[in-house]
């Protein structure tokens, strides 16, 4: 087809950093065509370049497979329903951005049905569930990779990809913007602060946030000049301020609606749950201790499945134990806050992981809108 007047997308991200990664390509994508129409599934991010949700992105915010069970009925219902949407609309393409379990299957039928896909994401078969690049190839016309390595991986199985670099890489400053950070959560300029990152899912604040709460309970008792922020997606206030006065009610722990990039641009070091969180850590140049705690069963299965000693993305990618892991058993409050007094203590360490940190930043900056809209353009021309 040719593409003279902006296409029509139907698209779908889970949660709120697939929210965030989309939102950052619609504005490529709007540049390119400003007229563009896009809907499906998305969040706030997406609704600021015009973006129209069927349905919230929250809807699709669970992780591990006990928790998805508890759901499954409504997010097969969800998928089968905006599907038959989706045939009946007939949009120019569909993008799935993350949510892999959900998008793939989905992808699959439209792409059976004649309407090009594209998966924005790849899937981590690299880390785990390798065997998921034969769903990829029933389900997506075109990749679009955020790592340098994975479109070799797909040309050997005769899948279309690109490496599109980061989009994160390219929102997120290579200068930390400390100071400016610090006056907008109005800290001074010479106090320590510890951000906390326990999670963007329910199952996240409902696992994570006890112990991370209580490390800043720890913490504060043995440091009381250390400052503690905790940025909260505001759908889930409810659910984490009554955990912070359980388990921090001592920390004078501040809560933020939002605001994650200040709170990590103000931070000396953070406390983070595995994830792309994580990923912003480090393109902020900040020490971190990675923590995850699910459901022992979730745990158990995922832990089999790894091909990779590393759980969290700064370290899958410097191929290092380059910042501390304590997962399940070992996050334990007392382990979180020993990890973090090594980073608060030890200034030359944290010097080194910087200069590592801004390494990885020029290696995923390489302009993602642009490159991913020019990837879509060709899936649209073909």
């Known amino acids: 087809m040719t593409v003279t007047t902006g296409p029509r997308l139907g698209m779908v991200a889970g949660e709120t950093s697939g929210d965030l990664l989309a939102g950052l390509l619609l504005g490529g994508l709007k540049s390119r ?14 609704a600021e370049h015009g973006f129209d949700a069927w349905w919230p992105h929250e809807k699709l915010a669970v992780r591990g497979y006990v928790e998805v069970l508890r759901h499954y009925r409504e997010l097969v219902g969800i998928r089968n329903a905006l599907g038959d949407r989706l045939l009946k609309e007939r949009p120019d393409a569909f993008i799935g951005v993350d949510a892999p379990d959900f998008n793939l299957g989905l992808e699959t039928r439209l792409k059976s049905a004649g309407i090009k896909t594209v998966h924005f994401i790849s899937p981590s078969i690299w ?12 389900a997506a016309d075109h990749v679009l990779c955020i790592f ?42 010479d106090v ?5 990152l326990p999670g963007s899912r329910r199952s996240e604040i409902q696992y994570n946030a006890p112990r991370v709460l209580a490390a800043a309970q720890l913490m504060k008792r043995e440091r009381p000049g250390l400052r503690f922020v905790l940025p909260a997606v505001p759908s889930l206030r409810s659910m984490i301020d009554p955990l912070v006065a359980q388990y921090a009610p001592g920390a004078g722990v501040q809560v933020l609606n939002g605001m994650s990039h200040q709170a990590l641009g103000a931070c000396d070091v953070t406390l983070i749950a595995s994830g792309t969180a994580t990923l912003e850590a480090a393109l902020f140049k900040r020490p971190m201790v990675i923590t995850y705690v699910m459901h022992w069963l979730t745990y158990q299965l995922m832990k089999r499945m790894a091909y990779q000693p590393w759980v ?30 090594k980073w608060l203590d030890d200034p030359e360490a944290g010097a080194s992981l910087v200069r590592r940190f801004e390494g990885l930043h020029q290696q995923l900056r390489c302009n993602t809108a642009q490159a991913a809209t020019d990837a879509i353009e060709k899936v649209l021309r073909a």
Do not use: C
């Open 33 to 46: 065509w400003p007229d563009l129409a896009s809907f499906g599934i998305g969040g706030p991010r997406m």
């Open 127 to 138: 880390a785990w569930r390798g065997k998921r690049i034969e769903k990829i190839r029933a």
């Open 148 to 189: 340098p390595f994975e479109p070799e991986i797909y040309a050997k199985h005769g899948i279309a990809a690109s490496y599109v670099g980061h989009p994160l890489a390219d929102a997120i400053p290579v200068e930390v913007p400390r100071a400016a950070s610090r006056v907008a959560l109005g800290l001074d300029a």
């Open 192 to 196: 320590q602060v510890v951000a906390l």
């Open 312 to 341: 969290g993305l700064p370290n899958i990618l410097l191929r290092d134990f380059a910042v501390p892991e304590l997962l399940q058993a070992e996050a334990t409050p007392d382990n979180l806050a020993r990890a973090a007094f």
